[in-house]
């Protein structure tokens, strides 16, 4: 699976992102998607997943209320919606894929089957 994300940029504290993961190569509903994140000098963490057909998510506590994910396996694509940004919302954001749904995902990503590029979220206050 090839990912690509886009829609990340600058916005002030309070404001709304909404980053696309689009991918291809694969059967995309076969696998969850979800997002991960690394601030400047920080591990990467888990930011939100979301099962094949999309019944279920999961989010870190730290999102939990202001983002939401969501996806088209018609347009092989997952979104995450982030409103009411803080600052230490800053950072890279990665799509990644995988065909495990579950606790896998809450640590840092690590075995994840596919990663996609970063794009950069900045939040000012």
């Known amino acids: 699976v090839q990912l690509q994300a886009c829609g990340g940029g600058l916005v002030q504290a309070g404001g709304s992102l909404r980053l696309s993961c689009a991918a291809s190569g694969r059967t995309f509903s076969n696998y969850a998607m979800g997002w991960f994140r ?19 998510t999961i989010y870190a506590d730290s999102v939990a209320g202001r983002f939401t994910i969501s996806r088209d396996n018609a347009k092989n694509t997952v979104i995450l919606q982030m409103n009411t940004l803080k600052p230490e919302d800053t950072g890279v954001y990665y799509c990644a894929a995988d065909l495990a749904y579950g606790g896998g995902w809450l640590k840092d990503g690590s075995g994840m089957d596919y990663w996609g590029k970063g794009t950069q979220v900045t939040v000012s206050s």
Do not use: D, L, N, T
């Open 38 to 56: 690394q601030a400047p000098g920080k591990e990467r963490e888990f930011v939100a997943v979301i099962s094949r057909s999309g019944g279920g």
